[in-house]
């Protein structure tokens, strides 16, 4: 099992940084919990691991696989999927009053599944609870956040290390990571889980993480300072070399604005940039895993923005 599934918090009390959602949601039981509820949020902030840890707190010992079902919205994103979501619905728990369907990555419902899902949200209030987690609100139909308990998720503190401490105890590795964790947090733009991915990824010796840090830190600086010669090909090598290091694609994109951004020498550039960063933030999370042209086509359509 990976750190991230081990770790993965189990209950609303363990869970980092949605402060607001874990104290709406510790006074909810399975009859009044909201039957509609929307996380928002950037990958890897929590937003799984908080519909998770409702559900158990919710169902108790009645939560399982038949009670609380997970659907990843950008691969069953059409209409026939609403329509067993339609069947699924109507259909009591087993040994609970209502069953919980979480839909992740829900903006990538297509506009007539979510017109569809909006119908079906209003006459299955008192048997489903409907959990939707998205990236972004932006495509979500109004008259589905109309709708919702709406709460927003964001990076946690690069000050907010305790996790990260106790599985840095608990795996054994090297004590001076400790000193490190808030550049790691820093590094992952907030995201737990980009995080607690890389310490998995190292050999647990003295150095590892902060040569990892420094390497993959020279990569998105190299990556920024090419961008403004307009060497695109060596953006692409850089950008490359630090997803070959573990790094995913939206800290990658991330990174690369941070970075970028003070070198910027118009306001035109930036909003050139932008447009394509927007456009690409989007598509991180939906990429198929194993197409590596995601850098190729970020940069083609930067370059292409960019010298307009």
């Known amino acids: ?25 510790s006074g909810w039981d399975i009859d009044s919990c909201p039957s509609n509820i929307l996380l928002v949020g950037p990958p890897g902030v929590g937003k799984t691991s908080a519909a998770m840890a409702l559900a158990r707190d919710l169902q108790g010992e009645y939560f399982d696989p038949m009670n609380f079902r997970v659907s ?13 979501l339609k069947r699924i619905s109507r259909q009591k728990g087993l040994g609970v009053s209502r069953r919980i369907e979480f839909l992740d990555e829900f903006e990538s419902f297509t506009a007539p599944a979510q017109k569809a899902l909006r119908q079906i949200m209003e006459e299955s209030h008192s048997s489903c609870i409907f959990i939707l987690a998205a990236n972004d609100i932006g495509p979500i139909h109004s008259a589905i956040r109309d709708r919702c308990l709406t709460f927003f998720f964001n990076p946690i503190d690069y000050r907010d290390t305790d996790r990260l401490e106790h599985i840095v105890d608990a795996e054994g590795m090297p004590h001076q990571w400790k000193d490190m964790l808030p550049n790691l947090i820093k590094f992952t733009n907030g995201s737990l889980r980009q995080a607690i991915d890389i310490l998995d990824s190292l050999p647990k010796e003295g150095d590892a993480l902060q040569e990892s ?27 490359k070399q630090a997803l070959e290091s573990g790094n995913s694609r939206f800290g990658v994109l991330k990174g690369l604005r941070f970075r ?13 940039f932008m447009l394509t960063y927007g456009e690409f933030v989007m598509l991180a999370t939906h990429w198929p895993d194993d197409d590596e042209s995601f850098v190729e086509y970020f940069i083609a359509k930067m370059k292409k923005n960019m010298e307009k």
Not at 1 to 25: H, I, Q
Request: charged fraction near 30%; charge should be negative.
């Open 1 to 25: 099992m990976n750190l991230r599934e081990k770790y993965r918090p189990k209950t609303l009390t363990d869970l980092v940084g949605c402060t607001d959602f874990v104290k709406s949601a």
């Open 72 to 84: 990843n919205a950008s691969d069953e994103r059409g209409i026939d999927s609403v329509r067993e």
């Open 213 to 239: 840090i420094k390497r993959d830190t020279q990569y998105l600086n190299k990556a920024a300072l090419n961008l403004m010669g307009s060497d695109f090909p060596m953006v692409t090598a850089y950008l």
């Open 260 to 272: 970028a951004k003070p070198l910027m020498e118009s306001e035109e550039d930036w909003h050139n």
